[in-house]
């Protein structure tokens, strides 16, 4: 697996979604790519990761209907086995799993409790829809007024905001002590 392979497979896979998915999915990538370079041997699987956080959206891969287990199943297929958990587990999805029925399926992959998690995460909620960096919480008011209130997605954010703003905070202390670190504006 190249971060290469992965960046060309997320695009294939997203082809025929709304440009703004796959903007969304480059600008996570990049910015994991960024992150990368100070995480040793983790950083090809971060930035593979992000690249591919949201195929399971791809129609070609639709199994349950829910992206972070359809993209996993997808990586598990190709062997791809950490990967595969990584993108299960995304931004806190077994809130929503819960809410959705799929919490036993979501635990056929195993959940890494590790700051590449929490990079992961920070990539993913600190980009929006159309691929520009915002903070935090302007991405949890923009997913909840695209979904409205009570859709699955707006509450399980809501309930996942704790844990969701502790990985931020970790990341955010992290990059706040990589004076070497040259990313934008990163470190919000």
């Known amino acids: 697996m190249s971060t290469r392979w992965a960046a060309e497979e997320s695009q294939r896979l997203l082809r025929n979604e709304p440009v703004g998915r796959r903007l969304h999915s480059v600008s996570v990538g990049l910015k994991a790519t960024c992150l990368a370079r100070q995480l040793g041997r983790d950083g090809d ?50 809130y929503a799993a819960d809410l959705l029925g799929l919490t036993r399926q979501l635990r056929l992959f195993s959940c890494e409790n590790s700051f590449l998690m929490d990079a992961l995460t920070y990539c993913d909620m600190t980009t929006d829809l159309n691929g520009q960096e915002v903070s935090f919480d302007e991405r949890l008011m923009d997913v909840t007024a695209r979904y409205g209130r009570n859709h699955p ?26 004076s070497n670190l040259a990313c934008g504006s990163l470190a919000r």
């Open 45 to 94: 699987v971060l930035i593979a990761a992000a690249y591919l956080h949201d195929i399971g959206y791809s129609y070609e891969l639709r199994r349950t209907g829910f992206h972070p287990l359809d993209g996993a199943f997808h990586l598990r297929d190709r062997g791809l086995e950490r990967l595969a958990c990584l993108v299960a587990h995304h931004s806190s999805s077994e």
């Open 153 to 178: 997605v707006a509450l399980a954010l809501d309930s996942a905001e704790p844990s969701l703003r502790a990985s931020m905070r970790r990341v955010e202390e992290w990059l706040a002590s990589q």
